[in-house]
């Protein structure tokens, strides 16, 4: 990782690397990156070079390209729907946690879809509170990405991967 690079940490976001600055913590001085979130300006965020979350916690962000050849490639078959609220909720729990952005295309498509159903038997039908929450979350998760990366707002993001994705 090097100053200038656009990143994504955690729940953070999309964060640019701004810095490197040697720190002391429990006596010992270590080098953290610092990291600007792009969407929430006014926070700094500090990252152990040599820490085990970074491994993990900070993706590179995808290019246009990757982004429309991702979206694109969730053919009308990719449900990822679960009958079992139970199973239905540890799977998608999963697919947050790892942030596979194609599982995460996935996961939007198919609870676009049933929400959908659902309206059409009866126009006051909603998803279960639990299953709006991953719809959210799977959401906020790929709208700042794909929002910065394709310069666009993040309320359009939505309407872009329901449209490639042809999701009507």
């Known amino acids: 990782m090097n100053i200038g690079d656009v990143i994504i940490y955690g729940s953070h976001g999309i964060c640019k690397v701004t810095g490197l600055q040697d720190m002391c913590m429990e006596e ?95 126009k006051n039908k909603r998803l279960l509170i639990s299953d709006e929450c991953f719809l959210k979350d799977a959401e906020k998760t790929l709208c700042e990405e794909f929002a910065y990366v394709l310069n666009i707002k993040r309320e359009e993001v939505i309407p872009f991967i329901c449209k490639q994705a042809e999701i009507t």
């Open 28 to 122: 010992k001085i270590r080098s953290y990156y610092v990291l600007k979130p792009v969407f929430h300006s006014t926070s700094t965020v500090y990252v152990s070079v040599t820490s085990d979350k970074r491994k993990t916690e900070l993706r590179r962000i995808l290019t246009a390209e990757e982004i429309y050849t991702l979206v694109q490639k969730v053919s009308g078959k990719d449900f990822i729907w679960i009958k079992d609220n139970n199973k239905r909720k540890e799977s998608y729990r999963q697919i947050l946690a790892d942030g596979n952005r194609s599982e995460l295309v996935k996961l939007i498509k198919t609870l676009y879809l049933h929400q959908q159903e659902l309206k059409n038997i009866n």
